[in-house]
């Protein structure tokens, strides 16, 4: 039973699903955080 079968109040993540969404978002976190550096290290700043 996945995550798309059936009611999801009634069938909840269970353990394989949970990872792959938390996963995905350290995956996010990790790319945000390296554009931001990328960003703050190439950027020049003009006064």
């Not at 039973?1 to 792959?20: A, C, Q, R, T, V």
């Not at 945000?32 to 006064?47: D, G, I």
């Amino acid at each position: 039973m996945g995550i798309l079968s059936g009611n999801p109040k009634d069938e909840p993540m269970h353990y394989g699903e949970i990872f792959s969404v938390w996963q995905a978002s350290m995956v996010a976190k990790g790319a945000v955080s390296c554009y931001q550096a990328f960003l703050n290290h190439t950027l020049e700043t003009k006064t």
